[in-house]
């Protein structure tokens, strides 16, 4: 490859590394917004599960929550286990934050 050749094609990758950056960037971003909204409806339920003197956990939702997003992974081509935990670590945080409310 000529010096010429190995310049465009190091130009080239570093544009594409941007690109991929950029659109990593986005989504972190939207990823960060979406938990905020999601914390927002997980709030109202734990005021709601405080007022109504219910438990703050529900199993049965839980685990339907976790095969849902088992299957969503799945499609998305994401390793479910991975979604799997990612879904309990945030069943968790809400689970403290219920907890926190009927305190």
């Excluded at 997980?42 to 049965?60: F, I, N």
């Excluded at 799945?74 to 990612?86: I, N, T």
């Amino acid at each position: 490859m000529t010096d010429a050749a190995t310049s465009e094609a190091t130009a080239r990758a570093a544009q594409l590394l941007r690109e991929h950056r950029e659109s990593i960037d986005r989504l972190d971003a939207i990823l960060v917004y979406t938990l905020g909204e999601r914390f927002k409806h997980t709030q109202a339920v734990g005021r709601l599960k405080a007022e109504h003197d219910l438990p703050p956990s529900d199993p049965a939702r839980e685990a339907q929550q976790i095969a849902r997003l088992e299957d969503l992974a799945e499609r998305a081509d994401l390793d479910p286990e991975f979604a799997k935990k990612f879904l309990n670590f945030i069943i968790a945080e809400v689970i403290q934050h219920h907890r926190r409310h009927q305190s």
